[in-house]
């Protein structure tokens, strides 16, 4: 059984998954909007990866014996200046989201969770992941700066990437 202070912690970090996929939705209308169908499909994917972190804490919550309770999903941002800041936005997000997961991992310890622990693991390990993603983008883009035209190659990279759902454990 989830404690209450646990139980409340990954309910909040629901609500921030849902937030980050909100988020994500919202750079790939502005990528497309803006003639950058790589980078918005890049985007969408990346959205997809947050509806599946929300289902993996929602699923844990339900089978440890707590109850959901979901909030309000603030409204995302709706414009950025540049692909450059979109990119740079990501990275930012993300860093924040490492944030709460090691949050997320103080409490667990704090509640002596071992089990929270053992499922928190994954998470701490999937942000060193995010963060390199970004930042591998955010390199990429800046490669550009001195020849825009070389965007439209990075873009057509970034059309490349499948959303590849996290594999099921058991």
């Given at each position: 059984?989830?404690?209450?202070?646990?139980?409340?912690?990954?309910?909040?970090?629901?609500?921030?998954?849902?937030?980050?996929?909100y988020?994500?939705?919202?750079?790939?209308?502005?990528?497309?909007?803006?003639?950058?169908?790589?980078?918005?499909?890049?985007?969408?994917v990346?959205?997809?990866?947050?509806?599946?972190?929300?289902?993996?804490?929602?699923?844990?919550?339900?089978?440890?014996?707590?109850?959901?309770?979901?909030?309000?999903i603030?409204?995302?941002?709706?414009?950025?200046?540049?692909?450059?800041?979109?990119?740079?936005?990501?990275?930012?997000?993300?860093?924040?989201?490492?944030?709460?997961?090691?949050?997320?991992?103080?409490?667990?310890?704090?509640?002596?969770?071992?089990?929270?622990?053992?499922?928190?693991?994954?998470?701490?390990?999937?942000?060193?992941?995010?963060e390199?993603?970004?930042?591998?983008?955010?390199?990429?883009?800046?490669?550009?700066?001195?020849?825009?035209?070389?965007?439209?190659?990075?873009?057509?990279?970034?059309?490349?990437?499948?959303?590849?759902?996290?594999?099921?454990?058991?």
């Open positions: 059984m989830l404690s209450e202070k646990m139980q409340d912690a990954i309910n909040e970090q629901i609500n921030a998954e849902l937030f980050s996929a988020l994500y939705l919202s750079m790939s209308a502005w990528l497309a909007d803006n003639g950058m169908p790589g980078g918005a499909n890049w985007m969408k990346q959205a997809m990866e947050e509806f599946t972190h929300a289902d993996k804490f929602f699923n844990y919550v339900l089978e440890r014996g707590g109850k959901i309770k979901l909030g309000a603030n409204a995302p941002q709706a414009s950025w200046e540049s692909a450059s800041d979109v990119y740079n936005g990501v990275l930012e997000h993300e860093q924040k989201v490492t944030g709460l997961i090691n949050s997320l991992m103080d409490v667990a310890v704090d509640e002596k969770d071992h089990a929270a622990k053992i499922f928190l693991q994954w998470f701490v390990e999937e942000q060193v992941e995010e390199a993603s970004a930042q591998e983008v955010i390199d990429k883009v800046k490669l550009t700066s001195a020849n825009p035209g070389a965007m439209f190659m990075v873009d057509k990279d970034l059309g490349s990437r499948v959303f590849t759902p996290p594999e099921s454990e058991g």
